[in-house]
């Protein structure tokens, strides 16, 4: 079954639905929950994650932060875009790639017709690490949920990651992004959905020469292709 084929997805999706009631009768279950976090749309799963996240102090990242950077963008996206994590003038704004990086993002998203608000963007960790250093494994693991739950609610096709980190750690791999970008990789956390990495928007800055440039063109030609064609495919 391709994903262009919308009565073959409905008979699977309504076949597992089947399936999963039948189970729930065989348990002894004789209603339905009416209520509950699968019913709710996504603007209002984002908007409870962001309420569990205030104050946030599980990892040594609460210590230095201004301000917690959740994620900003259309709740319903196709496409999302993950950074790092915050730096300073995120940290003060509390919204992410707002500093220089952030209007080269814009940029870069503009030069394949991209507009900003028609997508999703967040970070791997949501508090500054000191001094823009890399996040480190605590407090990465103290984060996922948060990352985990905001692509649970968007439900994106499309995963653009960017930079080394965001890359390396979305896709479980040491590889160094050279090697990365450039393609499609599949998302271990949903099936169907696909991994684009490119370069960070703050290296193209600090290495703009053309050839860099050329390539991290290249990766939103890709993403802006394959963001095309879910949209396509979902009539959205
Ligand atoms: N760099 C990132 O990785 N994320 C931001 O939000 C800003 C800069």
Redesign the pocket.
């Known amino acids: 079954m391709s994903p262009a084929d919308p009565a073959g997805s409905l008979a699977d999706a309504l076949h597992g639905l089947a399936g999963h009631l039948r189970w729930q009768q065989a348990l002894g279950f004789r209603e339905l929950a009416l209520s509950g976090d699968y019913l709710a749309g996504s603007p209002a799963v984002l908007r409870r994650l962001e309420a569990q996240i205030a104050g946030c102090t599980r990892c040594k990242l609460a210590g230095g932060r201004s301000t917690i ?1 959740f994620g900003s963008g259309a709740p319903d996206a196709r496409l999302v875009l993950i ?5 300073e ?2 940290d003060r704004q509390g ?5 220089r ?2 209007q080269k993002l814009t940029e870069m998203l503009a030069s394949v017709g991209i507009a900003r608000d028609e997508v999703y ?1 967040c ?2 960790v949501k508090c500054r690490p000191p001094g ?1 250093r890399n996040p480190e494994p605590d407090e990465i693991a103290a984060c996922a949920p948060f990352l985990a739950g905001q692509l649970r609610a968007i439900r994106p096709a499309v995963i653009g990651a ?2 080394t ?2 890359a390396q750690t979305l896709l479980r791999t040491k590889e160094p992004i050279s090697r990365l970008r450039g393609r499609l990789h599949p998302y271990a956390g949903a099936p169907g959905v696909v991994v684009i990495p490119t370069f ?3 290296f193209i800055l600090r290495n703009p020469g053309i050839e860099y440039r050329k390539q991290a063109f290249e990766d939103l030609k890709l993403i802006r292709r394959e963001y095309d064609r879910v949209r396509g495919a979902s009539g959205g």
């Open positions: 950077v950074g790092e994590g915050p730096g003038e995120e919204k992410p790639f707002v500093g990086a952030g963007i970070n791997i823009n960017l930079g980190f965001a960070h928007p703050a």
